[in-house]
Nanobody, 115 residues
Framework: QVQLVESGGGLVQAGGSLRLSCTAS????????MGWYRQAPGKQRELVAS???????VYADSVKGRFTISRDNAKNTVYLQMNSLKPEDTAVYYC?????????WGQGTQVTVSS
């Protein structure tokens, strides 16, 4: 079992920044892949960014150059630094952990970007 808790969401003006955190109940060294997904009302859930144990990262084209995913193994935490936020970034952001025999999701944190 892996429990994930997200934090850091909120309301921000366009052009502003937020930093999301996802803390796992298990050392993230044992987790193959951790990532951030988002889902806006009426839209499909989409990958935002992911990071492997060795530090390899993947970003959605829509966030490249603006978002950065990182991890702190000592704190069992993965972060998503979001800069230059746009109204279209508004969504519920979910943390995901993938292990060899399953996947786990956090409860999500709301990010709202105003014009």
């Amino acid at each position: 079992q892996v429990q994930l808790v997200e934090s850091g969401g909120g309301l921000v003006q366009a052009g502003g920044s937020l930093r999301l955190s996802c803390t796992a109940s298990r050392t993230i060294f044992s987790i193959n892949l951790m990532g951030w997904y988002r889902q806006a009302p009426g839209k499909q859930r989409e990958l935002v960014a992911s990071i492997t144990r060795d530090g390899s990262t993947v970003y959605a084209d829509s966030v490249k150059g603006r978002f950065t995913i990182s991890r702190d193994n000592a704190k069992n935490t993965v972060y998503l630094q979001m800069n230059s936020l746009k109204p279209e970034d508004t969504a519920v952001y979910y943390c995901r952990a993938a292990i060899p025999y399953g996947e786990y999701w956090g409860q999500g944190t709301q990010v709202t970007v105003s014009s």
